[in-house]
């Protein structure tokens, strides 16, 4: 089956810095991969997706970029701010029918 | 108007009990999810339902038993609760397809078995 994995673990950064998180996944026929941003105490939920026929995406300060040969995705925040802080997971499926998510970050913006 | 919803929010019990969970989307999705997330805030999925119908069983002891009697809800039930059942329970739906969109996570139900 399909293998999430995601890098770093933990992320601080200065507000205002940029912040990158890492994932590969192993089954070339995922097609799908949505990034979730989960803050303390509440529910994961979508902040940008991407699917396989699209390099990149971007949305205002966050962009994701999918290399399918090399099977990783990247998730970018410009200008972080404090309220950025959360753990953030991506996640693989195949046309939506399971996802296999990665372990999260946890990101940490320092004012 | 919530498009995925659980109760209870939170649960406390006792060891050796026995609870249910319930979740509900009006989303008109065909698959819903239950997953586990413990303190290292890993999501583990536990059973995946397309269409009431059971399509993953990860390794999930017994004790835990999913039931869905239509395709807005999906329900767990956990027998004989352990100290390690502690966790958030979240609930999940998704609409698989050729335009696949993300899943919509419940509320979590914060499970604590003392």
């Known amino acids: 089956g399909e293998n999430v994995e995601q890098h770093p673990s933990t992320l601080s950064v200065q507000e205002g810095d940029s912040a990158v998180i890492k994932c590969t996944y192993s089954d070339s026929a995922s097609n799908y991969f949505p990034w979730y941003k989960q803050e303390l105490g509440k529910r994961p939920q979508l902040i940008i997706d991407?699917?396989?026929?699209?390099g990149e995406k971007k949305d205002q300060r966050i962009a994701v970029t999918l290399n399918k040969t090399a099977k990783h995705f990247s998730l970018h925040i410009t200008e972080t701010q404090p309220e950025d802080s959360a753990v953030y997971f991506c996640?693989?499926?195949?046309?939506?029918?399971?996802?296999?998510f990665g372990t999260g970050t946890s990101l940490t913006v320092i004012p | 108007d919530t498009a995925v919803s659980q109760t209870p929010k939170y649960l406390v019990t006792q060891m050796g009990n026995d609870k249910s969970i319930k979740c509900e989307q009006n989303?008109?999705?065909?698959?819903m999810y239950w997953y586990k997330q413990d303190s290292k805030k890993f999501l583990k999925i536990m059973f995946s339902?397309?269409?009431?119908?059971?399509?993953i069983n990860e390794t999930v002891p017994n004790r835990f038993s999913p039931k869905s009697p239509d395709k807005a809800h999906l329900n767990l039930h956990i027998n004989s609760l352990e100290l390690g059942d502690s966790a958030v329970y979240f609930c999940a739906s998704s609409q698989p397809g050729l335009r696949a969109e993300t899943q919509y996570f419940g509320p979590g139900t914060r499970l604590l078995v003392l």
């Open positions: 996640a693989a499926s195949i046309m939506g029918n399971q996802f296999y």
């Open positions: 989303l008109g999705h065909d698959t």
């Open positions: 339902y397309n269409n009431k119908e059971l399509i």
């Open positions: 991407i699917r396989s026929n699209v």
